[in-house]
């Protein structure tokens, strides 16, 4: 066999290598776990030497597989707006700030008052103010680079550091409508010298360090491509690659994201777009979800109330469940009460109008989308532990009058993968 393709998914509890074939088909798909992150109130790091170990050791397990001497490009994805500061030879200087690590309240403070509202910079956990935190660190001296978790891996494996991608520094201010670093990061005293720079994800910058290709058995003609995010790469995993496509999470919250041939902001609703290419990926959460489901279900009861369920025959109950008060998208109201009244005397019946409540919010999410610019809904392609729900797929199908699917494939790591194939998105 000839012509691999190696994705990488650097995760929160670990590693995942992918190899796809010229056709997309996987050959083989190893993980190694990590051990989790630091966790002092709202500061959570990780050393980045354990992300690379992790990620020597996945593709050690995929090469007693499948012949790595195929592989022609890989792709890195990391979590969205992790970051830390390397040298000029890519040695850390600083631990890896975590995606979800918050401690940089005073600087996004900085941040809100400066920032355009649709920038994706805003917030304690963005990867600016992460930056900006670790600039007024001891260790920040010395600095050449700041990078994110997937630059640095990628890094690592070309012996070239500094590059990132459209939707690893949409958090750290760069704007992907106008491709540059924009003006106001100057007011913030950014060195811009610091900054990455910034590539379409997919595309190739350098050629494998031979001695990294001759420790793990990878030829040294392999190039290393601009990688993405963990979410992008798990939405491009589905291969949904058309505008109007969308994929929507059930998990405990409700996630939707679609293809768009413009980009959409709306930041009073947390809607933004990550750039794909000449198209956007338009998404946006809401409150609904899972945990509104666990507010009145256990999942061992919603399990033996499925079968009960009659998609067929909609219950006429105007529910909007929430887990407690609050939702942000569709509607943007931060006091907004569950509404899930009145009752019906089945547990059978007020699940089935939990669900079709859900969906009702899911349909509205997608014409708010709509309002806001996106192409019309050709199709919805369901993930999260919900599309497993045949029947909340076909009450979600009425609610939302285009064909529901289950995704195929989910693993960012095989959306990576898909990203070395095409060398860009589809």
């Not at 969906?359 to 709509?370: C, D, F, M, N, R």
Request: charged fraction near 20%; aromatic fraction near 6%; charge should be negative.
């Amino acid at each position: 066999m000839t012509g691999l393709f190696l994705g990488i998914d650097v995760g929160t509890g670990g590693v995942r290598a992918c190899a796809i074939d010229a056709r997309g088909n996987i050959q083989g798909m190893e993980s190694t776990a990590l051990p989790p992150p630091r966790q002092d109130g709202n500061a959570i790091d990780q050393e980045p030497e354990l992300w690379w170990q992790a990620t020597i050791a996945a593709i050690g397990k995929l090469g007693h597989k499948i012949d790595l001497a195929d592989v022609e490009r890989i792709s890195v994805d990391g979590t969205s707006g992790t970051l830390l500061l390397i040298d000029e030879d890519g040695r850390p200087l600083t631990p890896g700030l975590m995606y979800n690590d918050a401690r940089a309240t005073a600087e996004a403070a900085r941040i809100a008052a400066i920032a355009p509202a649709e920038s994706g910079a805003h917030g304690a956990s963005s990867a600016l103010a992460k930056l900006l935190h670790l600039l007024n660190e001891d260790s920040a001296r010395g600095a050449r680079f700041a990078v994110h978790q997937a630059d640095w891996i990628a890094g690592r494996l070309a012996g070239q550091h500094g590059v990132s991608d459209e939707n690893n520094t949409l958090k750290l201010g760069y704007d992907p409508v106008t491709r540059t670093w924009p003006a106001w990061l100057d007011r913030l005293d950014v060195p811009h010298d610091l900054l990455p720079k910034v590539l379409v994800p997919g595309a190739t910058f350098a050629e494998i360090d031979p001695k990294i290709a001759a420790t793990l058995g990878l030829p040294s003609s392999a190039r290393i491509a601009a990688g993405t995010t963990d979410g992008v790469a798990a939405f491009i995993a589905t291969r949904a690659d058309t505008p109007g496509d969308a994929v929507t999470s059930l998990g405990t919250t409700l996630v939707v994201k679609l293809l768009a041939t413009q980009p959409i902001f709306a930041a009073s609703q947390g809607v933004y777009s990550h750039r794909l290419g000449e198209r956007w990926l338009a998404g946006g959460a809401s409150n609904t979800g899972g945990g509104a489901l666990l507010a009145h279900f256990s999942a061992a009861e919603m399990e033996r109330l499925t079968p009960r369920l009659q998609p067929e025959a909609p219950t006429g109950l105007d529910y909007y469940p929430l887990a407690k008060p609050g939702e942000r998208f569709p509607i943007a109201d931060p006091a907004m009460p569950p509404r899930v009244t009145p009752r019906p005397a089945e547990d059978h019946r007020f699940f089935q109008a939990l669900l079709e409540g859900i969906a009702s919010v899911e349909a509205l999410a997608y014409q708010q989308l709509g309002r806001l610019g996106a192409p019309a809904l050709r199709r919805v392609i369901s993930i999260g532990g919900g599309a497993r729900n045949e029947a909340w797929t076909e009450i979600r199908h009425h609610a939302l009058g285009v064909p529901v699917t289950i995704a195929e494939q989910t693993e960012a790591s095989y959306g990576a993968a898909l990203l070395a194939l095409r060398g860009g998105p589809a």
